[in-house]
C-alpha cells in the first residue's frame, strides 16, 4: 500500500506556508510499504472536493498548490496527518491520494484489500464533516439525505470502514474528537443495524448471515451499482 509520511508533508506544508519554497532534500510524502509491517492511521470520510495522488505527489512543481492546499480534501488530510503525529505514528493512508486511479490494476488490488487495511491499521479517524456533537437520535431536518444520520453512515464503503478496524476514533466538523467506536457502540448499532457483538469484535469470530449483511447494506448509497 502506498502511505503518506506524515513528517514530510506536514514538513513541506509548513515550508511552503512560511517561506514559499520547499527544500528539495525533503523526503518523499509518499511511500509504498506493506501493512502487516508498519504502523499507521486512516482518514475515513465522504468524498467532497479532494485531493488526488499527482497533486499530492507533485504539488511543489504546480502552478496552482495554493489552489489546491484550500481544498477540503487537502485540509483532511493536513488534519489526519497532525492527529498522526499527536498519536505517534508516522504514515497516514488516505483513499483520495495514495491510490494512483490511472492504473487499474493497482485501483483493482487497493479495492480488493481494503478491509485489511482497515484490519491492520493502528488508528482510523472518521471525520464527519456535518456534526458539531455526535448526534444520539436521527435529525431528519439536519441529515435530510442521510435517514436522520450524518452522511458518512450513508455510505456505501461505510460498512467496512466501520466493522474492519479495532480503533476508529470519530471527528466533528472542526476535527475535535467525538467518541470512539466502542465507546459508542451501542448507538452505531442503532444507526446501522450492525450487531453490537460485530462493532466489538469484528467478524473474527462471528460470521454474518447473507441476511444479515443485506440488512446492514440497506439505503446505503455507492457510485457504482457492482459496490
Keep these: 500500500m502506498r502511505l503518506i509520511n506524515v513528517e514530510a508533508f506536514l514538513e513541506r506544508e509548513r515550508q511552503i506556508k512560511e517561506e514559499g519554497t520547499v ?9 509504498v510499504l506493506h501493512d502487516m509491517d508498519t504502523d499507521y492511521a486512516i482518514l475515513l470520510h465522504r468524498w467532497k472536493h479532494e485531493v ?52 487499474s490494476t493497482e485501483l483493482s488490488e487497493a479495492l480488493n484489500s481494503m478491509f485489511q487495511w482497515y484490519e491492520n491499521s493502528r488508528k482510523c479517524y472518521t471525520y464527519l464533516h456535518d456534526v458539531d ?19 458518512w453512515f450513508s455510505w456505501g464503503w461505510m460498512l467496512q470502514e466501520l466493522i474492519a478496524p479495532m480503533d476508529l476514533h470519530f471527528f466533528n466538523k472542526d476535527w475535535q474528537y467525538i467518541g470512539d467506536k466502542r465507546g459508542l457502540s451501542f448507538i452505531l448499532a442503532t444507526i446501522t443495524h450492525v450487531s453490537f457483538g460485530v462493532l466489538e469484535d469484528g ?25
Design 23 to 31: 527544500d528539495c532534500d525533503l523526503k518523499t510524502v509518499l511511500k
Design 52 to 103: 488526488d495522488y499527482l497533486e499530492i505527489m507533485d504539488l511543489t512543481e504546480m502552478e496552482n498548490r495554493d489552489k489546491i492546499r484550500e481544498h477540503v480534501g487537502y485540509q483532511k488530510i493536513m488534519k489526519s496527518c497532525q492527529q498522526a503525529k499527536i498519536d505517534g505514528l508516522e504514515w497516514l493512508w488516505a483513499d483520495t491520494c495514495c491510490i494512483d486511479k490511472r492504473n
Design 133 to 151: 456533537v455526535f448526534p444520539t437520535t436521527p435529525h431528519n431536518e439536519t441529515f435530510t439525505e442521510s435517514e436522520g444520520w450524518p452522511e
Design 203 to 227: 467478524l473474527a469470530s462471528y460470521c454474518p448471515s447473507v441476511a444479515q449483511v443485506m440488512l446492514w447494506a440497506a439505503d446505503r448509497k455507492t457510485t457504482r451499482v457492482k459496490d
